[in-house]
């Protein structure tokens, strides 16, 4: 192999390892995100996320439950994290959170998923 092919390959491996690297620190933090959605989420979806939260049973239509079924409203992260901060009637909205919240929060919604 020549020094000019050797080159490239190293870049495009160490380019390879950032993308990487990236993406995975670009996701969300599951622990991070439950503890958000204990003191924003539970009093409607639940603690363990099944829709069953003390305001939650006096809605309609009913909360999502998180443990089964798929998303109504798109099945993205990002859609996900959009319904979140937009709201979607009885949900209030939460513009005030963050992109990094955002993902935590999904990140966690996603953790409740029973497989």
Do not use: W
């Not at 020549?2 to 670009?26: I, Q």
């Not at 639940?46 to 079924?69: E, H, I, Q, S, Y």
């Not at 709201?87 to 990140?107: E, F, H, I, R």
């Amino acid at each position: 192999m020549n020094k000019f092919a050797a080159l490239a390959l190293a870049l495009a491996l160490v380019g390879g390892a950032a993308s990487n690297m990236s993406a995975s620190a670009a996701g969300g933090n599951a622990a991070k995100g439950k503890a958000m959605f204990a003191s924003q989420c539970a009093m409607c979806h639940g603690a363990t996320g099944k829709g069953d939260g003390a305001v939650g049973k006096t809605l309609k239509p009913a909360p999502r439950n998180f443990t089964t079924g798929t998303f109504k409203y798109g099945s993205s992260d990002a859609q996900i994290a959009a319904l979140i901060k937009k709201g979607k009637a009885p949900m209030p909205g939460y513009a005030t959170l963050s992109d990094q919240q955002l993902k935590d929060l999904v990140a966690y919604i996603r953790s409740l998923k029973k497989k």
